[in-house]
């Protein structure tokens, strides 16, 4: 199965980050020290690691990619030539005698200049001048290197001073515990505690230097010793190491605990197959088995093997503490294979194991049956024929609050009714079988969308592997008009999908499709690339029909007057994607930004889930603020409507955060660490009311921005009204046609 890795830094704006260290034959077995002792002092991080060398062979690297899952050779004349790499945003620039013993977060959080730690010469101790050493350590932002920096380089010799010229105006000066020289431990004086990193200069063996060999020799291990080390240590790995160290390891004896925790990298990351592959031969061991049987039961669902699941997730209930968990997931799966009844008794079982189990608890009222009477009530409410089936992502609770709004803005498009009388609901992630099947095709048509459905794990299938859960077969016996509308391809920066198995699904999709049309021209280039030539020019562009809300809504009217507020919203899930190493910064310039606008307008936030208010605690917990809460996951889609149309302006994280209340008519700004929010942005001609997560001066220019619309607000509103013309001509044009093709 083809697995593909979405890369769009270049419109998100996340930052490309490398190691890199100079080696020449004789420095290679300094490389593999250097290799072990970070990944063992460092174990979540794993950034591409570049070997500059003067023409080595390939096969010379074959040891240090046993450690390393991504390292790339690169032929350089010499060490500087770091200073020449261009295709990453940040290098920092390591030396093979040197030794990592701690963290390294300070210097991958580094955002300014060239940091480096000026030495005194060892040569002459009586000479108390600091200098850059050629061999040192290097944090290279590679903006800030301009095109006469090597030209200062050239003619100098090393250790003259040269570096310090050359870097002059972009040096940021690092803390010396982050290139510390061993020579300063002569006489065996001990390494003090906090050194991250120790450099040798020749000094390793010697007389004098016992602690510091010592400090050394843990990461002078063959490649097992140092694979069982790395998978033995405790807290967060980061996935691509542990896979790439556990896999040999495995090979040579099948592990339990081993192989729950690869299976569960593999899981998290949309590989279900191979979980299942590596669970399999251990799951009737004696030792963890009902964590076993929990990964194992969680990936079969991931795959629709649903029998197989459901056996798995009965034996992980067997262990008290997780126990509610697992009936909270037997719940759900009854649930996708439509028994609401099994649903209704495996979340009691599990309130049982634990009453605060909140998602059991949801199970349990969402199955009870008074709301399933109510349902079929719902769904008889009118003669079929004059009714469309609904295929959609129907949010309720606490789920998220675009999720309520977007399919009642949908409806709008078809018909002033959007409740159970005109429309079958059916909701998304529910397998889509033969009773589905013969509702559906007794409807006048089916609709599917809108929202970010091209994404592969928010509920993952093996029909689709995106989120209708149909199979081909059965899509290619409905028998009325399919309309795919305003759908997204919500595939994150750095996320990997089954593609091969994503395309063919898509193909059949648009070959059944009487209308398909995605809610931004950037979902349509993406979603064409992975589409024969004879189909591609059937994939449209279909604003999101939230954008276009004033001119949906019964009854609209602008308001009249404004609160003299700003609404901020975040967002959090699949958060090492959305900000990598740049969280810290992030909450830091957003708490400039706070500051600087508290001073024109309230600043509150809005929560479209719990979880995003996250934000809020961070704020108040590292920079004292605090901001009053907007709780829009408890709100009707009418008070987050009005809510949005009544303020001055929405700064948010989230697509809908942006999509509403522009179609409300309300200035927005985003801060983008999804490309989804700089597609829209360049549909409406406004990539500058987008600023990544990842801007080094985010605080100051979203600032600027936000005083600058908030200045001329009748202006911006006239702006939005004017951008949101275009989105409704496009929209009215594509109803039209949908009203031909469901007559």
């Known amino acids: 199965m083809t697995r593909a890795v979405d890369d769009r830094r270049a419109v998100t704006g996340k930052r490309r980050i490398a190691f890199a260290a100079y080696a020449d034959e004789g420095r290679l077995p300094g490389l593999l020290v250097l290799l072990r002792s970070l990944a063992l002092t460092n174990p979540a991080v794993c950034e591409d690691f570049l070997v500059l060398h003067p023409g080595l062979p390939d096969e010379a690297f074959e040891p240090a990619r046993r450690l390393h899952p991504r390292l790339f050779p690169r032929p350089a004349a010499a060490r500087l030539d770091v200073l020449r790499v261009t295709d990453y945003d940040t290098v920092i620039a390591l030396d093979t005698g040197m030794v990592v013993l701690g963290d390294l977060g300070e210097l991958l959080r580094m955002r300014d200049g060239v940091g480096a730690v000026p030495q005194l010469l060892p040569e002459d101790p009586a000479d108390d001048r600091r200098v850059l050493l050629d061999d040192g350590l290097l944090v290279i932002q590679t903006a800030a290197l301009d095109e006469g920096l090597l030209g200062r380089l050239d003619g100098g010799s090393p250790n003259d001073g040269s570096l310090d010229s050359a870097l002059k105006g972009v040096l940021e000066r690092v803390d010396a515990r982050h290139d510390f020289l061993a020579h300063r431990l002569f006489d065996d004086a001990p390494v003090p505690e906090n050194v991250a990193i120790l450099r ?17 020799r843990p990461y002078e291990l063959d490649d097992d010793a140092f694979r069982d080390a790395y998978c033995a240590l405790p807290g967060a790995k980061h996935p691509d190491l542990l896979l790439h160290c556990a896999g040999p390891l495995l090979e040579r004896k099948p592990r339990v605990d081993l192989a729950r925790a690869v299976a569960e990298v593999h899981r998290q990351q949309g ?17 963890d088995r009902p964590r076993c049987h929990q990964t194992l039961g969680a990936s079969l669902m991931a795959l629709s093997r649903y029998e197989e699941a459901e056996r798995h997730m009965l034996l992980a209930t067997a262990a008290p503490d997780i126990a509610a968990r697992n009936f909270g997931q037997l719940a759900r799966l009854a649930w996708l294979r439509g028994d609401e009844h099994a649903a209704h008794d495996y979340a009691r079982q599990g309130l049982d194991a634990d009453p605060t189990d909140g998602t059991c608890r949801a199970w349990h009222e969402r199955t009870l049956p008074a709301a399933l009477r109510r349902d079929e009530a719902d769904a008889a409410a009118a003669p079929a024929a004059e009714q469309y089936a609904h295929v959609a992502l129907f949010a309720d609770g606490n789920e998220n609050a675009g999720d309520k709004v977007l399919p009642e803005a949908v409806r709008m498009c078809l018909d002033t009714d959007t409740g159970p009388r005109r429309w079958l609901s059916v909701h998304v992630h529910r397998l889509f079988d033969e009773r589905a099947l013969e509702r559906v095709n007794a409807r006048r048509g089916l609709v599917i969308g809108g929202g970010g459905l091209f994404l592969p794990d928010t509920a993952p299938n093996g029909n689709s592997t995106w989120q209708w859960n149909v199979a081909d077969a059965t899509l290619q016996r409905i028998t009325v008009p399919i309309a795919v509308f305003a759908v997204g391809y919500n595939i994150f920066d750095g996320q990997v999908y089954r593609r091969e198995r994503f395309a063919e699904s898509l193909r059949a999709l648009v070959r059944s499709s009487a209308f398909f049309g995605l809610r931004n021209r950037g979902s349509v280039e993406r979603v064409r690339e992975l589409l024969p030539p004879e189909l591609r020019d059937r994939v449209l562009y279909q604003p999101c029909p939230t954008t276009v809300t004033r001119r949906l809504a019964p009854g609209w009217t602008d308001p009249e007057r404004r609160d003299d507020t700003v609404l901020v919203n975040c967002a959090y899930d699949r958060a090492g994607l959305r900000f990598g190493h740049d969280y810290g910064h992030f909450l830091s310039e957003m708490a400039t930004a706070v500051r600087s606008l508290g001073k024109h307008a309230e600043v509150r936030y809005a929560a479209h889930m719990p979880t995003d208010e996250k934000f809020v605690n961070d704020l108040r917990r590292e920079h004292g603020l605090t901001l009053p809460v907007e709780p829009l996951y408890d709100a009707t889609n009418d008070e987050l409507r009005d809510l ?25 700004l985003s801060l983008v660490s999804h490309p989804k929010l700089a597609y829209f942005l360049s549909d409406i001609e406004r990539p500058e009311w987008g600023v990544s997560v990842h801007e080094r001066h985010l605080g100051t220019r979203l600032a600027e921005r936000a005083e600058m619309l908030l200045a001329d607000h009748d202006a911006a509103v006239a702006d939005v009204h004017d951008r949101q013309r275009a989105l409704w001509d496009v929209t009215q044009e594509n109803i039209a046609g949908l009203r031909k093709i469901f007559g």
């Open 200 to 216: 040798f200069t020749g000094q390793e063996g010697r007389p004098g230097y016992g602690p510091a060999d010592e400090a050394r």
């Open 271 to 287: 590989r279900h197959d191979e979980a299942v592959a590596v669970l399999t031969p251990v799951a009737g061991r004696d030792v």
């Open 644 to 668: 949005y149309a009544r303020t001055r302006l929405v700064i948010g994280m989230r697509g809908h955060a942006g999509m509403i209340p522009f179609g409300c008519g309300t200035p927005i």
